[in-house]
């Protein structure tokens, strides 16, 4: 793990022919983002100005400010120690000029600039020395989620205070576009991510440090920050911009929050769903809380990025440094639907979410018979080469479903919904449920 670092960077290699983002130029109230749109009282996005130098940043938490290190660090390696001015976010800066400064500066332990071009690790947390309210980042995404955005070509949201043209001013007001990650990367930055962008669509100079932000649910993600970009301002015959993920600086996060007085982030791990019935499911994980007061929930929709959910089950609350186990069942689901699920843990300054999962409801068919052994498979039932399972169709619903004790088969007789109840023995342990079979 990288250790991060306060003040004071030394030397580091690698070099990328993009064009950092960062601007010299005095701010004027013109469009900013080339080809955007405007994102005047946007509460993700603030304008940094450090001397004569603009670029951007991400507000995580009212004390933490997420932006690109070649913003805050000279080519020698030293972090400025002049005072920056932090803007609010998403305001007119001619208009609302209140801003705070800086206290302290994590930037990765050895980086420093290389002149007007990109390098790997070019991300910084800059703590700043008093609140900025009104910020709407709810979590990081996660490195696992930002490479499967990736692999989907996923529209995510580029914010910047930066130039519209190569040739005019950095902007007063912010702006935004809407445009893809891409799957394909040539250079080979552990932590990083590409945006697509087009000779007349894209970010600029000014944008250095901008949040990249996606919508999941209710939720506000920051997947990372801007870094570099080639075209629309610098010519290209394969447009696209370089960013850092926020999460994959996992020093740099844990000590700027320990700077702004909050505990580390809450651990969550997405467990299994087991069992699954036709109408429901039952979903496990962890979570260690980290020391702060955390929520645990369950979230699971139709849609594989869980971009609008179907429900949320609330799993407890957990406190302390150990891991706690948790479980919960959902309410009623679609017979034969596939859901997406994960587990979030929420303390009151972040929010961590687990590894998506999938599983998918069963529907039987009528005329069916299975063996005990199928029907636990099909409902992923815990069993070993050791382990028992009885099946007991209810009295209303024979019916529909009978289990034969010679062949040691449940047989489906009727469409309909079949309740039966299924003990399931592992070892010495014996676990009785009601589960519901729909029949079709």
């Avoid at 697509?196 to 669509?201: A, E, F, I, K, N």
């Avoid at 999460?247 to 700027?256: D, G, I, M, R, Y």
Wanted: net charge positive; glycine share 8%; aromatic share 6%.
């Amino acid at each position: 793990m990288r250790r991060p670092k306060l003040r004071r960077c030394s030397a580091l290699s690698g070099v990328v022919a993009v064009i950092a983002l960062c601007t010299v130029t005095p701010a004027l109230p013109v469009r900013a983002v080339v080809g955007g749109s405007s994102a005047l009282g946007n509460a993700v996005v603030v304008r940094i100005e450090s001397g004569r130098t603009v670029c951007s940043g991400a507000l995580w938490t009212p004390r933490i400010v997420v932006t690109a290190a070649h913003c805050v660090v000279s080519t020698d390696g030293t972090v400025t120690t002049d005072s920056m001015k932090i803007y609010a976010p998403g305001v007119n800066v001619s208009t609302n000029p209140q801003s705070v400064t800086q206290s302290a500066i994590l930037t990765v332990d050895g980086w420093r600039r290389m002149g007007d071009f990109s390098q790997p690790d070019d991300i910084a947390f800059v703590i700043l020395s008093s609140d900025l309210l009104g910020g709407s980042i709810t979590r990081l995404a996660t490195t696992d989620e930002v490479s499967r955005w990736s692999s989907e070509g996923r529209m995510v949201t580029f914010l910047g205070y930066g130039r519209t043209t190569p040739t005019s001013t950095s902007s007063a007001t912010p702006n935004l576009i809407e445009q893809p990650l891409r799957s394909t990367f040539r250079f080979d930055f552990p932590g990083s991510f590409v945006g697509v962008q087009t000779s007349t669509t894209g970010i600029c100079s000014g944008d250095s440090g901008g949040p990249v932000v996606t919508q999941v649910g209710r939720e506000v993600v920051l997947i990372g920050v801007n870094s570099a970009a080639s075209g629309p301002c610098q010519a290209s015959s394969s447009p696209s911009m370089t960013g850092f993920i926020a999460s994959a600086f996992p020093a740099l996060v844990t000590k700027a929050l320990e700077l702004t007085g909050q505990s580390p982030q809450p651990v969550a791990t997405t467990g299994t769903a087991t069992p699954v019935s036709s109408t429901s499911a039952t979903l496990s994980g962890t979570v260690n809380a980290n020391g702060a007061v955390t929520q645990a929930s369950f979230e699971y929709s139709r849609l594989p990025d869980l971009s609008s959910l179907d429900g949320t089950v609330l799993a407890g609350e957990v406190m302390g440094s150990e891991t706690a186990t948790l479980s919960a069942t959902t309410p009623e689901l679609q017979a034969g639907t596939t859901y997406y699920w994960r587990l979030m843990a929420t303390s009151a300054t972040s929010a961590t979410a687990g590894a998506i999962q999938s599983f998918t409801t069963p529907i039987f068919k009528k005329g069916a018979t299975l063996t005990t052994k199928i029907l636990a498979r099909r409902l992923t039932l815990n069993q070993d080469a050791g382990s028992q399972i009885v099946v007991a169709p209810l009295v209303r619903s024979r019916s529909l479903c009978t289990f034969n004790t010679r062949t040691n088969r449940l047989e489906f007789r009727q469409a309909g919904i079949c309740q039966a109840r299924i003990t399931a023995t592992i070892g010495s342990v014996a676990t009785t449920s009601t589960y519901t079979l729909v029949i079709k």
